[in-house]
């Protein structure tokens, strides 16, 4: 009976022992996560972000949290989320509290816009369309490149398999799908051959994810597919992850991906938080971030920096959503991507 | 009189009012935004969202999926259930734990641990691809990653009533002259079937409802391996509510439907028993 | 029944057992070990001591230990209602608390965005007092009582109804009380359901992925649980940190399911 007693209580000994040491690993934690000392509260931002920013804007942010606390004193704490853009950007307009975002394209910043969160002018607050690095999009092969891939009519060879996301659930797809669509349009100047271009390509598509970073990982770690159509940023982390194992092609014309930034106006008034969140997107532009894009991959906007890493990303043909051919985002949207659009059209017969 | 005789025990009140509020709370309200929701789509969208081309063919995926993955799992679990319960070996305790992994394991880490295991470069895809096998990114994967999720819930069913199955009866047949597969047919199924019908059932919901755990294996191709809940996550990403809501309310009518139609079996083979 | 008895039926059937098992269940668990530890040790516990991850354990526990209370005083007071009662409806009752188990996690996570989210009916109510519910943990508590929700009821109604009500008729007739009736004669004898409800609860809490993806708004340090940080990880590339991850959640889940044995040992 004694000996039951006594067991009892050691069992509660040890767990509070264990309980104790945790609280302690995770008070150090914290405090090792803290920024460098000094005094006043810490402001909290929210990024909310897409999934192929992840390992620039944890750069970013220790580079931003430096040069904040040096400016006004005060302490700033990020916090990240990542995810597909769109479900991301809907997030944000179901009530999610981010006091910026930086999304894989326009539109889905424009609907947060439409939902009142922020001014309908966010695309001129900053310069280059609010969008302070780009990127393109590329095939990503196995090396030794098997199936001679140079450029886009290789990708409808039939023994071709290619691994992307899905253009109607992936914001970052969208550019993929329009990339086809441009080197199509260029080549045979006709809308018809185009859609046929493109249809043939997704019919090669064997697996379409919902995701960019899926694809990526469904080519990359599991093995389906010979090509995966992505951008230029994620098959330059993949060639980083996995040295020797992969390589670039990089087409004779492409799209110039923007990835669109924003600071959300309704959240950052009611947070009290306007000035470092303008800030933290102000900061974007400056040649230190510009590098720190360009590290991760990001095409920079700053002509100086883009000069210096220039042996990094080749030249090429790029064209923009505004050319003539698309005529911007909103008549893209409508044209391609609506529920009956193009992309419905061509990908709907299974 | 017939008031109090009813509730004699204490805390009639207590136990309701918690009861109502839980369910109220938690299932009735949200339940109530979502029928309002789709009250709100109208007949002629409502029809049109539902019966798309691309999500009937989800429709199908899923059904077929679930129905495969469901009979895999009745037959297994059978056997599970008897190699527990009739049967002394070693390790024994083992494969009993083993079975509850399935609840707990979070299903992304399934679908994740799966999709590496079954994929062309996997320890197991490896060697079904000489055969022409592909298991990761096509149908059979999404019927891999139900088997996994609902693995325990045919056996949990059938173990506590085969292990209070009486089998001096059957050895008493036995000793008359009865077949073993006469015993099995006309003795032993008869008593379990009430419990596999059920555990089927559990099975088959579950497998219709799964997500996390699929999409990581599917492949995701729209027509070919495009389950419905993947659909309705595609939709809510898309902000497109109303779709959501309306392959929702599909869905929860076909599992009302399907449970109603298994309990009413159940409950008819119970009295058919006896 | 002498013949599925035989040795030769006996082996063929543990061996097709163990096969299934092996296939479908060792492999992939054993498979989330060796990527865990493929990296070496220092990277497993880096990673498993690293501040998301502890902010991971923090949302998770609380999450589970919500449920856990919340289905405790749910499943016995639905179970003593259903079971010691009659009154109308009670088969709509028991449908309503079946019901979360046959939804699909993703209309789970859904319905509550419908009813908080922006858009949704309560939210003026919840913005005016300036609480925030989905993307933000209120939601991940709530769904994930929502998917456990009929755990405890489940193991408990059957038990109770079997036992039937006449020890507690008869006591109430010498005039316990409702306190006495509770704890001398139905709570020893539902014990084992309850405690066995829990620990489905648990596990389902710990390792519950759709529904939560659909509320979290996945932001890293405030809504990121512990399946969902696998989930980011692996997206990361840091495979190895995922399967890591997941093993604090296999480890839980293991001793989950010996508590249980344990429990229905005594």
């Known amino acids: 009976m004694y000996w039951q007693k006594s067991k009892w209580w050691w069992r509660l000994g040890i767990g509070l022992l264990l309980l104790g040491a945790y609280i302690g690993l995770y008070q150090l934690r914290l405090a090792q996560a803290a920024p460098t000392s000094g005094s006043g509260a810490t402001v909290t931002l929210t990024n909310v972000s897409y999934d192929s920013t992840r390992e620039f804007y944890q750069a970013y942010n220790q580079n931003f949290q430096k040069y904040w606390q040096r400016k006004s004193g005060e302490k700033v704490a990020v916090a990240i989320s990542n995810g597909g853009s769109g479900k991301q950007a809907n997030t944000v307009i179901e009530g999610n509290q981010a006091d910026v975002v930086t999304l894989a394209l326009a539109p889905d910043i424009t609907s947060i816009q439409q939902a009142g969160l922020l001014k309908a002018n966010w695309q001129q607050r900053y310069p280059d369309n609010a969008a302070p690095y780009t990127s393109t999009v590329v095939f990503l092969v196995r090396k030794g490149n098997p199936q001679q891939i140079r450029d886009w009519p290789d990708l409808l060879k039939p023994a071709v398999n290619i691994v992307t996301p899905n253009p109607k659930t992936s914001g970052g797809a969208r550019w993929n799908y329009l990339a086809a669509w441009a080197y199509a349009s260029k080549k045979y100047h006709s809308t018809e051959k185009a859609r046929q271009f493109v249809r043939k390509l997704y019919q090669n598509v064997t697996v379409l994810d919902s995701g960019s970073r899926d694809a990526t990982t469904t080519f990359a770690e599991n093995g389906q597919g010979n090509v995966l159509l992505t951008w230029e940023n994620e098959a330059k982390l993949v060639c980083q992850q996995h040295p020797g194992e992969y390589e670039i092609i990089t087409p004779s014309i492409s799209i110039k991906a923007e990835p669109s930034v924003a600071v959300v106006d309704s959240v950052v008034a009611q947070r009290n938080t306007a000035t470092v969140a303008q800030a933290y997107i102000q900061h974007l532009y400056s040649v230190k971030a510009q590098k720190i894009a360009a590290q991760n991959f990001y095409r920079p906007t700053n002509q100086k920096v883009a000069q210096a890493y220039r042996k990094e990303f080749p030249a090429l043909q790029l064209v923009t959503i505004n050319d003539p051919l698309f005529g911007g985002w909103a008549k893209v949207q409508k044209q391609h991507f609506a529920n009956g659009g193009i992309f419905d059209q061509i990908y709907g017969g299974g | 009189m017939q008031q109090t005789s009813k509730r004699l025990i204490p805390g009639y009140y207590f136990s309701l009012v918690i009861t109502l509020l839980g369910v109220s709370l938690i299932v009735l309200l949200p339940f109530a935004a979502l029928v309002i929701s789709g009250w709100q789509v109208g007949a002629q969208q409502f029809w049109q969202e539902a019966t798309n081309s691309r999500v009937l063919a989800s429709y199908l995926v899923s059904i077929k999926g679930a129905l495969v993955a469901a009979i895999i799992n009745t037959g297994f679990g059978l056997l599970l259930a008897w190699v527990l319960t009739q049967y002394e070996f070693p390790g024994k305790w083992l494969l009993d734990s083993l079975l509850d992994l399935p609840f707990a394991l979070p299903t992304a880490v399934a679908g994740i641990a799966l999709a590496y295991l079954f994929s062309d470069q996997g320890w197991l895809g490896r060697l079904v691809v000489p055969l022409g096998w592909k298991i990761s990114y096509t149908f059979n994967g999404i019927v891999i990653a139900m088997i996994f999720v609902t693995l325990p819930f045919v056996v949990r069913e059938i173990q506590p009533v085969l292990e209070q199955l009486d089998f001096s009866v059957q050895e008493a047949a036995y000793t008359l002259g009865g077949g073993t597969s006469t015993i099995l047919r006309r003795l032993v199924l008869p008593e379990i079937l009430p419990a596999l019908v059920s555990g089927f059932g559990l099975v088959f919901a579950r497998c219709l409802g799964e997500y996390g755990s699929i999409v990581f294996i599917a492949g995701n191709q729209p027509y070919h391996t495009e389950i419905t809940p993947l659909l309705i996550m595609f939709k809510l990403e898309a902000h497109d509510y109303s779709g959501a809501t309306v392959l929702a309310l599909v869905m929860l009518l076909f599992s009302f439907t399907f449970s109603f139609i298994i309990h009413s079996w159940q409950r008819w083979l119970l009295q058919r028993k006896g | 029944m002498q013949l599925l008895q035989t040795k030769p039926i006996k082996w063929l059937l543990l061996v097709l057992a163990w096969l299934f098992i092996g296939i479908v269940l060792v492999l992939p668990v054993g498979l989330v070990l060796v990527q865990a530890f493929a990296s070496g040790w220092h990277t497993y516990l880096t990673t498993i001591s690293s501040l998301v991850t502890l902010q991971a354990i923090n949302?998770?526990?609380?999450?589970?230990?919500?449920?856990?209370?919340?289905?405790?005083?749910?499943?016995?007071?639905?179970?003593?209602?259903?079971?010691?009662?009659?009154?109308?409806?009670?088969?709509?009752?028991?449908?309503?608390?079946?019901?979360?188990?046959?939804?699909?996690?993703?209309?789970?996570?859904?319905?509550?965005?419908?009813?908080?989210?922006?858009?949704?009916?309560?939210?003026?109510?919840?913005?005016?007092?300036?609480?925030?519910?989905?993307?933000?943990?209120?939601?991940?508590?709530?769904?994930?009582?929502?998917?456990?929700?009929?755990?405890?009821?489940?193991?408990?109604?059957?038990?109770?109804?079997?036992?039937?009500?006449?020890?507690?008729?008869?006591?109430?007739?010498?005039?316990?009380?409702?306190?006495?009736?509770?704890?001398?004669?139905?709570?020893?004898?539902?014990?084992?359901?309850?405690?066995?409800?829990?620990?489905?609860?648990?596990?389902?809490?710990?390792?519950?992925?759709?529904?939560?993806?659909?509320?979290?708004?996945?932001?890293?340090?405030?809504?990121?649980?512990?399946?969902?940080?696998?989930?980011?990880?692996?997206?990361?590339?840091?495979?190895?940190?995922?399967?890591?991850?997941?093993?604090i959640l296999l480890g839980s889940t293991i001793l989950v399911v010996l508590l249980k044995q344990r429990l229905l040992k005594n």
Do not use: C, M
Not at chain 3, 123 to 147: E, N
Not at chain 3, 200 to 215: D, I, K
Not at chain 3, 233 to 242: G, P, Q, R, V
């Open chain 3, 59 to 247: 949302l998770t526990v609380t999450a589970t230990l919500i449920s856990i209370v919340f289905n405790l005083v749910f499943g016995v007071s639905a179970a003593w209602l259903i079971a010691f009662y009659d009154f109308p409806g009670k088969r709509l009752l028991n449908a309503l608390i079946d019901l979360p188990f046959s939804v699909s996690p993703v209309i789970a996570g859904l319905i509550f965005i419908l009813t908080f989210g922006r858009g949704g009916w309560l939210a003026p109510l919840f913005s005016a007092i300036h609480v925030q519910i989905v993307f933000a943990p209120p939601a991940i508590f709530l769904t994930t009582v929502f998917v456990t929700f009929p755990f405890v009821a489940r193991e408990v109604i059957p038990v109770l109804e079997a036992k039937g009500r006449e020890e507690e008729q008869t006591a109430a007739l010498l005039g316990a009380s409702f306190s006495q009736i509770l704890w001398q004669i139905t709570f020893p004898a539902i014990k084992a359901p309850v405690a066995g409800g829990l620990v489905l609860a648990t596990a389902r809490a710990l390792g519950e992925f759709g529904a939560v993806a659909v509320v979290s708004g996945n932001i890293q340090g405030k809504t990121l649980t512990l399946s969902l940080l696998v989930q980011n990880l692996y997206n990361d590339f840091k495979f190895n940190e995922a399967f890591a991850v997941a093993t």
